[in-house]
DNA sequence: TTGTAGGCGTTATCAC
DNA sequence: GTGATAACGCCTACAA
């Protein structure tokens, strides 16, 4: 019962020619007769051919395939950069695998050696919360000719290309609009410090009040993670205190939701007594009654780049050598109601 | 430069033992010593060797992988399924490759092509809005051995299982909820009526108000597609009626959203003066200050089943022929401000 | 312009 | 329990 694939073997016994001239026909190889090659193309469409791309593969080393390592691939965010990965290198006849980490670093090894194992050409990578042991990494960049790239969540090591935004330039502008705006007490809901993109954040905070002559207080800065629940219990707990906030900025979209609900929760007004500005432009950020304002990441624009970063890397390896890449994609401010007082 | 793998071959030698006994050692066989398969084993950790799965997938003809083809793979619905696809395919040695059709039929026709040619073990789609054509997915399944899987959007064709939500019960107790909310004149906004999910929402109103006595009005069912925009211009074409809807069930969340918007705009009451219900449970629903209720489709379990589905015609496979299923997930309801008038 | 033959790394079928 | 060898489907020197 089991349907056997045409090989280039049955073409060539069909039309009594080589093998090799079947190859060579179908790759459109210059040195052979525009009649046989027209004859076997034929024949290969009658016969239903379909070129084994495995055995290709075997031969030459490539199989036109990259992983991506993401912690969830159901997030906005990913799922974006996803997207503009597959759109960038689909036109070029890469496929694409997907592999989730669950945002832990065991699996996330895992996860790369099975990658590793299945041959791909290029790893993306957004590294997990927890991942702090790159030694793995470096081993592989050490002992393979597998190029593996980080986006978005990195860590900088030698010989890896990146492609990030500036994370501290976005939470420096939301805090400047803040400021603009006439808020003085603008807290900080930072995301996990492990994370690179939340330390940018953070400083770009920081950085923005100092520029404009504001007390930079620890107390300030509150350690949540990226939940509406956190969101919510750390503007309960803020909201006790004697000097309450006007402004949060919050590292992370969901947080600035539960923010904005224990805001209404305690009868007070955005943005007139708190002024809330996000991370990420999640969709829903648009399509609140209260719309937030937000910093967008341009997710589906840091797939393309990443894509695109290895293919050309390709073409230059020639020389043999790829010299890494540290891109930073800019952010782009969207003011809305939550924080618009003015 | 380039770094090469370590084969079976690079063991043999420096053992001095032929490829079929390392081979051997390395797939645990049974009819092997203790000591050599221990050797093995040992010799191919020092010498970092990675099984080649190239290799091992043109003799077995199975590469352990399968694709996926969605419209676009940045949707909360696509991105959750192919989160529960990999989530059951991946502890069973299976990598998943994405591929986003863009709902054009030309398109989606092209990725499947390339995954045949990937000689991916199985391919599942939920099909573009405009396939209608299904003669060569017909071909495909007499022609190849890769069995192919509609989920969610999906034609009856015979040899393909299939798995999709009951959108007609869905529809049909959103309804039945607005019903018994008490309201009489209750408007559908139907989705894409050539893809049978739309279909079969349309039917499950139909039925609904049929079964509580009110009349099925032709000029109430808006055919609208799934934006905002849509919402928004079909809600304001409707209420220009004398006969004004007191309850829109949308097909889709957006819609539904549109809806809102322009209630809101007009200067009217949710739910009193109307009442909304959506489809598909995005995210933003429960989020809203005024939450919407909707119908949700447990995509993630639908990924989930996806791939049992998968795994279990392997298993059965064994007889040769396997038989196709057609399995139906039970939406649920959740009830939220928009419509809970009571 | 076309044909021959070897090899990519594994596994499986024979032998011994 | 182990070894030699063919085969998976393709590409590509090297010959002719």
Redesign the interface.
């Known amino acids: 019962?089991?349907?056997k694939?045409t090989t280039i073997y049955d073409i060539s016994k069909k039309l009594n020619v080589s093998v090799a001239t079947v190859s060579r026909a179908l790759n459109n190889h210059p040195r052979i007769s525009q009649e046989t090659k027209a004859l076997v193309m034929a024949t290969a469409k009658e016969m239903?051919y379909?070129?084994?791309?495995?055995?290709k593969?075997?031969k030459s080393g490539e199989?036109k395939?990259v992983?991506v390592i993401v912690p969830?691939?159901?997030?906005?965010f990913f799922?974006?950069v996803?997207?503009g990965l597959?759109?960038e290198l689909?036109p070029h006849?890469y496929?694409?695998?997907?592999?989730?980490s669950h945002d832990d670093a065991d699996i996330e090894k895992k996860?790369l050696t099975?990658?590793?194992?299945?041959?791909v050409d290029c790893i993306f990578i957004s590294i997990s919360r927890n991942t702090s042991d790159m030694d793995y990494v470096k081993k592989i960049i050490a002992?393979?000719?597998t190029p593996i790239i980080f986006f978005d969540r990195k860590k900088d090591i030698p010989g890896i290309s990146t492609i990030t935004i500036d994370d501290h330039r976005g939470a420096y502008v939301a805090t400047e609009h803040l400021i603009q705006q006439g808020y003085k007490n603008i807290y900080h809901f930072s995301g996990d410090q492990n994370l690179e993109i939340y330390q940018n954040r953070l400083n770009g905070y920081i950085n923005a009040l100092k520029d404009y002559n504001l007390p930079v207080i620890k107390e300030n800065i509150i350690n949540t993670g990226s939940s509406?629940e956190e969101g919510i219990n750390a503007m309960k707990t803020v909201c006790k205190r004697k000097l309450k906030p006007d402004a949060i900025f919050s590292a992370s979209d969901f947080t600035a939701?539960g923010v904005c609900k224990e805001i209404?929760n305690l009868k007070l007004k955005i943005p007139q007594d708190i002024g809330v500005i996000g991370f990420s432009n999640e969709?829903?950020t648009q399509?609140?009654?209260?719309s937030i304002s937000s910093v967008d990441q341009t997710?589906?624009l840091m797939g393309k780049i990443s894509g695109n970063v290895f293919l050309e890397s390709i073409k230059d390896n020639s020389s043999?050598?790829s010299i890494e890449k540290k891109l930073v994609l800019a952010p782009t401010l969207y003011i809305r109601e939550s924080s618009k007082r003015k």
């Not at 969830?72 to 906005?76: E, G, H, Q």
């Not at 099975?114 to 041959?119: A, I, K, Y």
């Not at 399509?287 to 209260?290: A, D, V, Y």
């Open positions: 019962m089991t349907k694939n239903n379909k070129q084994n791309n495995l055995a593969a075997l199989t395939t992983g969830y691939i159901n997030t906005n799922s974006s996803i997207r597959e759109e689909s006849g496929r694409v695998i997907i592999c989730q996860q099975t990658l590793l194992h299945t041959q002992t393979t000719n509406i939701l209404k969709p829903f399509f609140m009654e209260l997710p589906v043999g050598i």
